[in-house]
């Protein structure tokens, strides 16, 4: 496919030919080609390309040079473009991971106690806001890696334990 491609793109490029003194113009390598089978152009027929005149022969071969570079640097590209994908995808996942860690530690249910008549289960996020709001005291005990400590020993303990999970 790629080769129907490339003489494709090769039939429809214009260039420049001379052909002696008095017949000269612009068309495509195969025009040229039939022009000198035909007998209109004569073999000696010289053709622009790459900033110089060369045969037609000649001017063949180096545009399908050219053009296999330009496929080559297409490709490299094209190859780039997606390991910097990949990369991005990485970036993506990891950001996408940590935030869902982050929701995890919040959906996490503690138990707490607030005195000798207020205890329960609650998110950190939900005993801050009842500690916030006066309805548990500053005193508040939460449970977490199997001891009672406060609310802010809690936070620091929970945070160490999720990001020791995490490098698991």
């Known amino acids: 496919l790629s080769s129907s491609i490339l003489q494709h793109q090769q039939q429809q490029e214009l260039f420049q030919f001379r052909d002696g003194n008095d017949h000269q113009g612009e068309a495509t390598l195969e025009d040229i080609q039939m022009g000198i089978d035909d007998g209109e152009l004569s073999p000696n027929c010289l053709v622009y390309v790459s900033d110089q005149w060369m045969t037609l022969d000649q001017a063949k071969k180096k545009n399908a040079a050219n053009t296999d570079s330009k496929q080559e640097a297409e490709k490299e590209e094209e ?70 400590m406060t609310l802010d020993q809690g936070k620091k303990k929970n945070t160490a334990n999720t990001d020791s999970k995490q490098e698991e």
Not at 92 to 100: D, Q
Not at 128 to 143: F, R
């Open 79 to 148: 190859e780039q473009q997606q390991q910097e994908e990949v990369v991005l995808e990485k970036n993506h996942i990891s950001t996408l991971s940590s935030s869902i860690s982050q929701q995890q530690q919040q959906q996490d249910l503690f138990q707490f106690r607030d005195g000798n008549d207020h205890q329960g289960e609650a998110t950190l996020e939900d005993i801050q806001m009842g500690i916030d709001d006066g309805e548990l005291s500053p005193n508040c005990l939460v449970y977490v890696s199997d001891q009672w």
